[in-house]
């Protein structure tokens, strides 16, 4: 099955630099790359997602890039502030399921 | 989102026991999935069902067993619990396709004594 690894397992920043966590995944068939946010005690919520056909997402403060060759992708917080302080996760996969990685826990300190 | 339901969220238990997780969704998405999160692990898929009647393993199944009879519950059981099953359990569930997007349960805090 698809092996995921996430780099770094904490990060802390001061608030209104960036943060960016990495990923790599083993299997070439993956085609789909969701990210994950999960606060202290709560579910995990769907933040931004890629798919293969495309390189670069952006949605705000948010963006994800794929390097399909390298088998590596990256989430991108640009202007952290506090409330992004929370666990993510990336995960990969193809056909019914995707794997996470072990998640990178983000303090933005005020 | 109140759409998916987790019961209970809090459970203690003890080695042997029979325990059920009970998972139920509103939206009639036609995925459902049964997770484990442990520290160091991150979030680790037990098993999963494509539809009523049809289900499959994850990456780690065994001492699991689950059923759906019906589209909307998922139930999770846990036939004879061991303390290495004490972790905290999400269920999910999906419209369709992989590119959907995949919600969550708030969980059930599972402690095995």
């Known amino acids: 099955g698809e092996n995921v690894e996430q780099h770094p397992s904490t990060l802390s920043v001061q608030e209104g630099d960036s943060a960016v966590i990495k990923c790599t995944y083993s299997?070439?068939?993956?085609?789909?790359f969701p990210w994950y946010k999960q606060e202290l005690g709560k579910r995990p919520q769907l933040i931004i997602d890629i798919r293969s056909n495309v390189g670069e997402k952006k949605d705000q403060r948010i963006a994800v890039t794929l390097n399909k060759t390298a088998k590596h992708f990256s989430l991108h917080i640009t202007e952290t502030q506090p409330e992004d302080s929370a666990v993510y996760f990336c995960?990969?996969?193809?056909?019914?399921?995707?794997?996470f990685g072990t998640g990178t826990s983000l303090t933005v300190i005020p | 989102d109140a759409g998916i339901t987790q019961s209970p969220r809090y459970k203690i238990t003890e080695t042997g026991r029979q325990v059920t997780l009970m998972c139920h969704q509103t939206w009639s998405h036609s995925y459902m999935f049964w997770y484990r999160q442990d520290l160091g692990h991150g979030l680790r898929l037990i098993y999963y069902?494509?539809?009523?009647?049809?289900?499959d393993k994850g990456e780690v199944p065994d001492g699991y067993v689950v059923s759906r009879s019906k589209t909307e519950n998922f139930p999770l059981t846990l036939e004879s619990a061991t303390r290495s099953q004490t972790s905290v359990y999400f269920c999910a569930s999906r419209i369709g396709q992989l590119t959907q997007p995949q919600h969550f349960g708030d969980g059930t805090r599972l402690s095995i004594l």
């Open positions: 299997d070439s068939a993956s085609n789909y």
């Open positions: 069902s494509a539809a009523a009647d049809i289900t």
């Open positions: 995960a990969a996969g193809t056909g019914n399921q995707f794997y």
